[in-house]
């Protein structure tokens, strides 16, 4: 997902992140951490990060812990549709870190037509990433949620997460480099953890 439009890294400009999970396993609720496949450089720095620091969203009506090291940029623009929540756009609440890592969250309205989940994930993560390298259902803040991971999507690794709930669909979504994935899975899941719905989000 290209950050041209950020002042980060060129060709980071157009997307998100998933990470290389167990497939086939329909949890019911946010996988533990620890149950994270042995792929690569679980050594590294993000495996031991702290979430210290607690986002509120103002404009889609939650909250979630992360790392103080990541800068919080609220979304000022609501989501509508389909659209894929890219990162350099207003439409996205931003936390990124120093490094090529990122998570960005947004939520729309269900349009006509995609009335559930799959319906949702389809017209969202996978007409944006394609065939996921592995897909699992969790529970995330009490919402029911496909995680897709996506070894390279747009030329970095993503870990996509969509939610359905009263009426809206949500994307939680964790973009990187490879070279990490075992890391990023663990930090992802036990930022997913922290995770819950507050006020409504506003409509358009």
Request: hydrophobic share 40%.
């Amino acid at each position: 997902m290209g950050k041209d439009r950020s002042g980060r890294a060129p060709g980071m400009s157009a997307v998100l992140a998933m990470v290389a999970l167990i497939s086939g396993c329909a949890g019911q609720g946010v996988p533990s951490a620890a149950a994270t496949p042995d792929q690569t450089s679980s050594s590294s720095p993000r495996a031991t990060l702290a979430l210290d620091r607690t986002f509120v969203s103002p404009l889609y009506g939650y909250s979630v812990d992360h790392p103080r090291s990541f800068d919080e940029r609220p979304a000022t623009v609501p989501l509508q549709g389909t659209a894929p929540p890219l990162f350099g756009e207003p439409i996205v609440d931003r936390l990124e870190s120093s490094g090529i890592e990122a998570i960005v969250v947004a939520s729309a309205e269900l349009p006509a037509g995609v009335k559930d989940l799959d319906a949702w994930t389809a017209a969202t993560a996978r007409a944006f990433c394609g065939t996921p390298t592995s897909s699992e259902s969790m529970t995330v803040g009490g919402a029911n949620g496909t995680l897709d991971t996506f070894g390279s999507c747009k030329g970095y690794f993503h870990q996509w997460l969509t939610m359905v709930r009263d009426g809206r669909g949500y994307h939680v979504v964790w973009l990187s480099e490879t070279g990490s994935e075992a890391a990023d899975r663990s930090l992802f899941l036990g930022i997913l953890e922290t995770f819950e719905f507050g006020g409504p989000a506003r409509s358009p």
